[in-house]
């Protein structure tokens, strides 16, 4: 029977009984059935029998939970009733436990959504269903970090039954009688106000980190200790608990940045309202055996349907942010081993967050990934056997992470001072910042936005005749800059079809078809090709190579067309000694020019086309190019070759003394952070209001290029801001860098101002509604856009590498990461390139196979995959 029907036959019965006045209560109890009160002074002479002898036959269909039969006066002291507490209103294990699908949830809305700060102090509570994980060790380091970094940290020794917190932090030695927690609540109970002061116990050698105690243990203890009733409380309109927090907020000397809780380990009264009510964040502490899995599940899938005490603006509610802890693991590099203690925790937590997140993606919110919100902590014997975490230095960064999910949530004076800048100056700087997202070919200005990295400047030499790359790392950037730049003079012989305006004498696929129809007939080769190509363009292009007699058999082309270069190869073939005539003619050019002239070859990648056909011919062909490089290119005085070739085409090509280009070829590859960063300070340096910022004017007389970390740093803060709430990297350069790294750790400043475009779009748009002044572009302006970028590099790989498309269709049916080996096995002869070019990571194998292999953010979002308990 629903609500309705119940209450219908209620009244009808009681109405048949003689009942004129009635008051229902009735509410689903969360266990299953329902409670049920009827209120009616014609109660007021009966025995409880006879009160039950009336109302039972209305029932008799109904699932009766609960049921109070009560007269006005009676509801006075009968406690409360159906109704007066709504299961999400009682943050006690029972009520917890038992609530259902998060269809009922009051909320999906994380701390981590918002762009506004939580007010300090933040509270985290440090909880483990057994014993012997770590929990109290792992708050006390991560309390001794935060106050290294000059937070105020108050440690709270909620472990009443077995106080140990001061003890672990070295203080335990000032703990006086009727001091703690539990007199705290002893005095608040009763209605008076404690000295919350009097009850913190600084930490020696830690200044900002003080703990309250549990309580002196003594027979005094024990008896109050049997007054500490959290489930009385919160049906009350007193809750010395919810008291005691707001105190330590607000009655303290100093205002505290984060509230550590210690919670009693287990099912006990007192920590259900420390995990689904006073937390903003949870730390569960586990270890990954099957023994912990169905609790920790249970509790995981509790704390996301709860909400916190803390409501944000409009009386939005929070869930509390939940951060797992797995501990303590063996150190071990054992495949079967990591898999037992890594991989399989990621996946059990990724299981109990799949329908938080489903039911986030509906609500248009980013799906909490569980790699972010888990750190794994392995066994060290003097960390266990210690008696207190004082003196401990080597372990400190073990919970660096741990420390970083809280400070995370609390501000630093950077950005306190970013405020400063950006508040007034936003509106002119979000109007100027644009970062040209296109080709190299496309982009304006190129010159001022070049970035001078280490493989960059090497790869400028003359000496260096191969550079190679992956699309997007900067190859036709290279050659621009060298094309653009002045000096040395280069000459572009072949490129990008975008830059091939004004070259009359370059081919398309369909000249390159011809061309190897010329060849076919024999008499020539490739190299001899590439010898004439080059020739051509010298003699086409501005300066001395016009000026040189060419060959008799040329004498009269003008080099016009995919045509007049075809003839003219034709005519070459058909020359007596016509090979050896374009050979001098190239080394008379050589003479003549008299100065260093790089000849540029670039678009080689989709200058042949794209089919099967094409690309066997363009092997053919770069092989005759290299060939050339070797029988006339080191040959020559002044004429240097400058080839840009994608990794893997070169690694296809094979020529004889391939080995002689050893040491003479020089990779593209972004490898260092804060060159990777530079690429976006130098286009928003662009904006001329940005350029103004007192900090940027400060550092603004040197070239980006030659920027400190510590100054590249601090623009891209201002900037971006510094810190990502939600996720386990703290800086919003550290999300930057791995989101946008492939399975090879390779990164792509194509996608990085891709990135930066559309977040710039996304800034302006979100300004209108609501105003941001932390930083330029604030940092979940970056995460809106990378599902797009996601796609355009799927895109960009695809035409790359058309051979992969059987396994990008595979990848999108499988949708999750990792993905077993197995589901992979019909494309086993593409995995070797998939690997290579990044797409595919291993993530599990064993001593001789691999069992499972990952995709990265780069490529996962724009496949549309979701993440499945990845490391």
Known sequence: MNRQDIEQALREGLSQAGFKELTLKLQRDPFGG?????????????????????????????????????????????????????????????????????????????????????????????????????RSTALAHTA?????????????DMDLEAPALPVLLGCDAELRANQGVVDILMTLDQGATPDYAAHLLPVPGSDGLFVVPAGRTSADYARKLRFVNPGAWYREERNPLREMMDGFKSRLPFRPDAILLDARTGITDLSG????????????????????LSGTELLARSILRATTARSIGNS?????????????????????????????????????????????????????????ITHFVQYREDLATSDSVVGFRT????????????????RSAGEAQADSSV????????????????????????????VRTESVDEALSVDIPLVLGRKGTGKTALFRFLLERGAPRAVAIHAPRALSAGRQWQLTPDGFAEAENVIARGGIGWRHFWTLYAAIALDAGAGAGGTVVRPAHLADNDFSGQGAIIDALERTRATSRGALDIHDWLRRIDAAVNTETLMLFDGLDTGFGSTAEERERRRRSIEGLFEAWMDVGQGLASLRFKIMLRED????????????????????????????????????????????????????????????????????????????????????????????????????PRYLLQLFREAVAWERREEHRSRYERSFIRPRALTEPLVSVSEQAVVALQEEFLELDPLFKALRQAGRTPIDAAM??????????????????????????????????????????TRKGQA
């Open 144 to 156: 001794r970090i935060l106050a290294a970094r000059r937070k105020k940290v108050v440690c709270v």
């Open 423 to 450: 508040k007034a100056a936003k509106p002119q700087v979000l109007a100027e910042l644009d970062f040209s997202a296109g080709t190299a070919e496309e982009q304006a200005g190129l010159l001022e936005s070049f």
């Open 824 to 865: 992979l096995e019909p494309h086993r002869d593409l995995i070797p390139l998939a690997r290579e070019v990044g797409l595919l990571g291993v993530y599990e194998e064993s001593a001789d196979e691999v069992i499972r292999f990952k995709i990265p953010d780069l490529y996962r979002l724009g496949l549309k995959m």
């Open 649 to 748: 085409i070169w690694r296809q090509v094979n020529f004889a003394n391939k080995s002689h280009l050893y040491g003479k070829t020089v990779p593209l590859k972004w490898s260092n952070q804060t060159s990777f960063l530079k690429v976006v300070m130098k286009q928003a340096m662009h904006a001329e209001s940005f350029r103004k910022l007192p900090f940027i004017a400060s550092v603004a007389g040197e070239p980006v290029d030659r920027w400190s970390d510590e100054a590249v740093y601090q623009a891209w803060n201002l900037l971006v801001g510094e810190r990502m709430k939600g996720g386990q990297t703290t800086f919003t350069r550290n999300w930057v860098w791995n989101r946008l790294a492939d399975a090879n750790e390779d990164h792509f």
């Open 316 to 372: 939005r509610r929070l869930v509390p942010e939940v951060r797992f802890l797995v501990s303590p693991i063996p150190a071990t590099t054992a495949p079967e081993l990591k898999r037992r203690y890594m991989h399989r925790p990621l996946e059990w937590i990724s299981g109990w967050l799949e329908e938080f997140n489903d039911a986030r993606q509906h609500g248009g919110l980013d799906p909490v990934d569980a790699n972010d």
């Open 34 to 134: 329902w409670n049920v009160a009827v209120i009616s002074d014609q109660f007021r002479a009966m025995a409880p029998d006879e009160r039950r002898q009336i109302v039972a036959p209305s029932l008799a269909d109904v699932d009766l939970a609960w049921l109070d039969l009560l007269t006005p006066e009676e509801v006075e002291w009968a406690g409360p009733l159906p109704g007066d507490n709504k299961p999400e209103d009682l943050p006690l294990w029972p009520e917890a436990l038992a609530r259902g699908s998060l269809d009922e949830a009051p909320s999906i809305l994380l701390a981590s959504d918002l762009d506004e700060d939580l007010a300090a102090p933040l509270v985290a509570t440090f909880y483990s269903l057994r014993g012997g994980v770590g």
């Open 395 to 410: 372990t400190l960064d073990t919970f660096e992470p741990v420390a970083d999910w809280l400070q995370r949530f609390l």
């Open 273 to 292: 309202p420390l995990l689904f009510d006073l937390a903003d964040i949870a730390v569960i502490v586990f270890f990954p055996h099957p023994q912990t």
